[in-house]
């Protein structure tokens, strides 16, 4: 479970990202974050794996108090946590499947970091993760030769092998042809319901977030101003949203 307890966040510069915010995501949910382009969809969700600090509140992931990590817990902690990101984040001049085995990096004894060499167990765990994303025949090529939906899902895999409780998701799709972005959505969705892992979603395709997440939160300057069921969801909520700027979706 995830719990925001009157949560702040303000910038050194003084920006107020995010105004006391309040909210509980249980283990298995599929959560998109929606709004304008700096609502603070990005710093809510950055908050819960500490890659930016809160400066108010109290952030709960399970029961741990996520401000009060110091050094080793801070990375314990964020095995726990999956982050996918537009950008994709793989080393691209090798292999599909060094870079998911990438992913234990962080478990590996320090005479096994250098020489790169991982057991059978984590070799056959980054294949079953290859496998569940639809890719396990690319485990061989270089990942400059993949598609951009492809080398997503590469992250995605990547992401599972750690075997996380929670995906956070920035905007993981902004940057592929709606086809591919369906593809990518889908084994979100399949990895959500299968396994369980909570998804928590920046994005900006509102019509993806209203078919596949199971609940939205509509963020507007820093504040919470929706919560609730996809199913819910209708243009005035999203016109409330969008501070009037909502126009329907745009398709390019
Ligand atoms: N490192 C930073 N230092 C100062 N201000 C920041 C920083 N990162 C973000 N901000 C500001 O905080 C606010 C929220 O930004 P954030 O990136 O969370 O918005 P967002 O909703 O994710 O936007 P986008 O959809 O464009 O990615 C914005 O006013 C932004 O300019």
Known sequence: ???????????????AALRDINLRIEQGEFVAVIGLSGAGKSTLIRCINRMHEITGGTLMVDDVDVAKLKGREIRRFRRRIGMIFQSF?????????????????PELPYWRKWTGIYTREQKIKALEALDKVGILDKSFVRVD?????????????????????????DEPIASLDPVTARVVMDDFKNINKAMSISVIMNIHHVD???????RIIGISQGEVVFDGEASKVTPEILQHIYGGQWEGEKHD
């Open 1 to 15: 479970m995830i719990e925001f307890i009157h949560v702040d966040k303000t910038y050194a510069n003084g920006t």
């Open 89 to 105: 984040n793989l080393v691209t001049r090798t292999t599909v499947l060094k870079n998911v085995l990438v992913s234990f990096v």
């Open 145 to 169: 030769q993949l598609s951009g939906g492809q080398q997503q899902r590469v992250a995605l895999a990547r992401t599972l092998a750690q075997s996380p409780d929670i995906i956070l998701a």
């Open 208 to 214: 993806m977030a209203l078919e596949y997440a199971d």
